[in-house]
């Protein structure tokens, strides 16, 4: 049953299969039901998805029972007598069921154990929600689990749909290699919801049951709310296609939550079964409030670093407005209020658009490493004032624009999207620059590092450095690469300041 501290386990009093055997109804009770006419009982398909071994069956089975099935030993009996008997996986019953009484209505959960998605989708009538399980001491499980999400989700299947992302085994805490982080993060980014449980000690079983069939009962509330506030067309303003930059923007989260301590508000968000993923909605209520925390905004930004170093910030040189919380998700022109800035960091927080810097003659170094930022339109004003660019670790794909930074000299643009020589070509216009960090684009991931270290030794010829490495060139040897002690990686981290 569901109150409001949660499920409380009254036996199998809200959760019970149907025969003529086993009813939990006083005799009474049964005799004036049978004179009442049978009411409609709401029947829901729900699909389990997972790898071997992560405990779907076992799931399924302690959603029949409130006794703990001990699921270790049962999981272990049955690969015995898989052994014994040769019994073949496709024998288990594929589907079972399980009557749910949640807020004085009864419905039926048919859970259906999938073993190949693509073919056993086929055959059947789409599920009302999927369930994706996987193992928190599997990492290959979870990667897995990670392939079906997105299988589904390029299949359009879970813009209608509830899908709840199931770590399993918690209760092996020393074995552990997925974090809960990692999975509200995996969870987020396909807008599914998300829970840990323990089969194997009945460990948030209760909880994971009931929230399957709120998740249901929501979105078709939600979804009969579209459709009229759209006129019937089939709307998906809060749908997305980027997948790359909603996991991007997943892991920054995830980040400042590790960085200050305090959890993002999407990743508690996906954590509550009683309510959508987008609304603050609840059964009892019915309504419907938008959850959105406010980011901070450039002048709170400044506001704050002026308060903390006792400075005003319209004469500082240097200006560090990185790790904001909540994150900043816009540069407005409360930016032109550092006349002075030579040295101005926006490092992570969670911006895709650089604006409100076109008036800062006097900037010299820009800072925007690990954001959103899939572009490098905005930056045409300081074209010739700007030095140094550190924005690794964003989204940018297309080079273009980055033509007009005729007086860069540095340029750190690790760890994005540029997978093309015709983008990374635009770089042959910046005649001034010398130093390139360029690691964990794709371009560079290509090539073996040799490799890639002479065919852009050879395409810019002023470049000195490259991925934290001197260039040296001599009249007998035009390029000569010198390997150093230091990783290259290591000069990412000045990009947090």
Avoid at 275 to 287: F, I, L, R, V
Avoid at 310 to 331: D, G
Wanted: with cysteine; glycine share 6%; charged share 25%.
């Amino acid at each position: 049953a569901l109150c409001l501290v949660g499920v409380v386990n009254r036996g199998d009093s809200f959760r019970r299969r149907r025969s003529r055997s086993n009813s939990l109804a006083p005799a009474d009770q049964q005799n004036e039901e049978r004179r009442l006419p049978p009411k409609e009982v709401a029947s829901h398909n729900v699909a389990m998805l997972g790898t071997r071994g992560v405990g779907k069956t076992a799931l399924i089975s302690q959603f029949m029972t409130s006794e703990c099935i001990n699921a270790y030993d049962r999981q272990r009996a049955f690969e015995n007598l898989q052994l014994l008997f040769f019994i073949h996986i496709a024998d288990v019953p594929s589907e079972q069921s399980v009557f749910v009484m949640l807020n004085g209505e009864e419905s039926e959960l048919k859970f259906l154990n999938i073993i190949n998605l693509k073919i056993e989708l086929e055959k059947m009538p789409l599920p009302d929600a999927f369930v994706v399980m996987y193992s928190v001491i599997d990492k290959a499980s979870f990667q897995r689990a990670e392939e079906y999400l997105a299988r589904l989700h390029d299949q359009d299947l879970l813009r209608g749909r509830p899908a709840i992302l199931v770590g399993n085994k918690v209760d092996l805490v020393r074995s552990r290699v997925v974090s809960p982080q990692d999975g509200k993060c995996l969870a987020c980014t396909y807008r599914a919801k998300f829970i840990e449980v323990s089969v194997g000690i009945n460990h948030n079983v209760d909880e994971l049951l009931v929230g399957i069939l709120n998740q249901i009962r929501l979105k078709v509330v939600q979804s009969n709310q579209e459709n009229r506030n759209s006129g019937g067309s089939e709307g998906s303003a809060h749908w997305y296609k980027s997948r790359g930059v909603v996991r991007a923007s997943m892991k920054a989260r995830q980040m400042l939550t590790w960085l200050f301590g305090k959890e993002d508000s999407k990743f508690k968000n996906c954590e509550n079964l009683h309510k959508t993923y987008y609304c603050d909605t609840t059964m009892a209520s019915g309504k419907s409030t938008m959850v959105s925390a406010k980011p901070t905004i450039c002048k709170e930004a400044i506001r704050r670093w002026e308060e903390e170093n006792q400075r005003n910030a319209a004469a500082a040189t240097e200006v560090i407005l990185s790790f904001q919380w909540p994150p900043i998700e816009k540069m407005d022109n409360a930016l032109a209020t550092l006349a002075n800035c030579e040295k101005l960091s926006l490092s992570t927080n969670m911006i895709e658009k650089i604006a409100g810097v076109g008036t800062l003659k006097n900037l010299k170094i820009l800072s925007l490493g690990r954001n959103l930022i899939k572009g490098f339109a905005g930056l045409e004003p300081l074209g010739d004032t700007l030095e140094e660019l550190w924005i690794s670790y964003n989204c940018i794909e297309k080079m273009k624009g980055i033509q007009a930074m005729r007086n860069l000299h540095v340029l750190y643009i690790s760890n994005n999207l540029v997978r093309e020589w015709n983008e990374f070509a635009r770089l042959q216009e910046l005649v001034n620059l010398r130093d390139l960090v360029f690691v964990g684009n794709p371009l560079y991931e290509s090539l073996e590092v040799e490799q890639w270290r002479l065919e852009v030794a050879r395409r810019l010829s002023s470049l000195e450095k490259l991925d934290g490495e001197p260039i040296i060139r001599t009249e007998e040897n035009p390029i000569q690469l010198v390997k150093t002690d230091c990783p290259s990686h290591d000069l990412l981290d000045r990009e947090s300041v």
